[in-house]
C-alpha cells in the first residue's frame, strides 16, 4: 500500500509566523504535490514537484515555497503565515507515466490554523 | 482550461436505495476517470478508475464512462449510512506530471 506521512496533523501558528509542513511518501514516487482544500473550493494546487529539486507552480502558489531535497521528501514553507492560510494541506504522490490506472495518493492532511 | 464538474449536493438517499453521482469534463483527451471517497476532516482515498467506455464494477460500487458525452457517473448500491461522505471525480490527462484535474465533489448522505 502507498503509504503519504504528513508529520504535522494539527498546528496553530501565529501571524507572521514562519510555518513547516513535512510529507514523506514510502513509494518512490517520482511525483509529489501539495494542495490546500477549503469548504466550497475544493482541491486547489499549490505546488507540485516531478523531480529532485525541481518544483512548478500550481494554482495558488503566493504565500507559499517547497522543497524537494530528496526523493521521498517534500516539504510546504509559509514564509510569513496569514489568516486566509487558514487550510487543510494535503500532500500527495504518484508515479510518472500515463498508464490508466496511475493516480495520486493523499496523506492525512494537515489542519493549519493561523491566528 | 481543463475542467470537471460535480454536482455539489447534498444529494440524500435513504439507506438500502442506489446513489447515483455525476461529473462531466471538458476536455476530450482525458484518458482515465477516478472517484475518491473523503470522509469529513479525513483526506480522499481512491475508490476505483475507469478508462473503457461501459461499467465497471467493484463490489457495490459501479463507474460508468460515457466518451462521446463526456460524462462519468458512479453508482453505489446498497447504500449503507458508512457511504456517507463527499465524492470527488478526477480526470486524468495524457501529458505532463500535474495532468490530474478534480471536481468539488458531491456530498452524499444515506439516511437511515
Known amino acids: 500500500d502507498v503509504k503519504v506521512t504528513q508529520s504535522s496533523r494539527y498546528l496553530v501558528k501565529r501571524t507572521g509566523e514562519k510555518v513547516f509542513l513535512e510529507c514523506v511518501q514510502d513509494m518512490d514516487h517520482e511525483n509529489m504535490f501539495w494542495y490546500r482544500q477549503d469548504p466550497g473550493l475544493g482541491l486547489r494546487l499549490i505546488y507540485f514537484?516531478?523531480?529532485?529539486?525541481?518544483?512548478e507552480k500550481g494554482d495558488i502558489p503566493e504565500g507559499y515555497s517547497v522543497s524537494r531535497e530528496k526523493k521521498e521528501r517534500f516539504s510546504l514553507i509559509l514564509e510569513s503565515a496569514s489568516t486566509n492560510q487558514t487550510s487543510m494541506y494535503l500532500c500527495?504522490?504518484?508515479?510518472?507515466?500515463?498508464?490508466?490506472?496511475?493516480?495520486?495518493?493523499f496523506g492525512e492532511g494537515s489542519w493549519l490554523t493561523v491566528v | 482550461q481543463k475542467e470537471v464538474e460535480q454536482n455539489s449536493g447534498p444529494l440524500s438517499v435513504p439507506e438500502g436505495a442506489i446513489a447515483s453521482l455525476n461529473c462531466t469534463y471538458s476536455?476530450?483527451?482525458?484518458?482515465?476517470f477516478f472517484w475518491y471517497r473523503q470522509y469529513s476532516g479525513k483526506s480522499p482515498e481512491l475508490i476505483m478508475f475507469?478508462?473503457?467506455?461501459g461499467d465497471k464494477e467493484d463490489g457495490r460500487f459501479t463507474a460508468q464512462l460515457n466518451k462521446a458525452s463526456q460524462y462519468v457517473s458512479l453508482l453505489i448500491r446498497d447504500s449503507q449510512p458508512s457511504d456517507s461522505a463527499t465524492y470527488l471525480c478526477?480526470?486524468?490527462?495524457?501529458?505532463?506530471?500535474?495532468?490530474?484535474?478534480f471536481g468539488t465533489g458531491t456530498r452524499l448522505t444515506v439516511i437511515p
Open positions: 514537484s516531478y523531480d529532485v529539486k525541481m518544483k
Open positions: 478526477a480526470a486524468r490527462y495524457q501529458t505532463g506530471a500535474n495532468n490530474l484535474f
Open positions: 476536455d476530450r483527451g482525458s484518458q482515465s
Open positions: 475507469i478508462y473503457s467506455n
Open positions: 500527495a504522490s504518484s508515479r510518472q507515466g500515463i498508464y490508466s490506472g496511475n493516480t495520486i495518493y
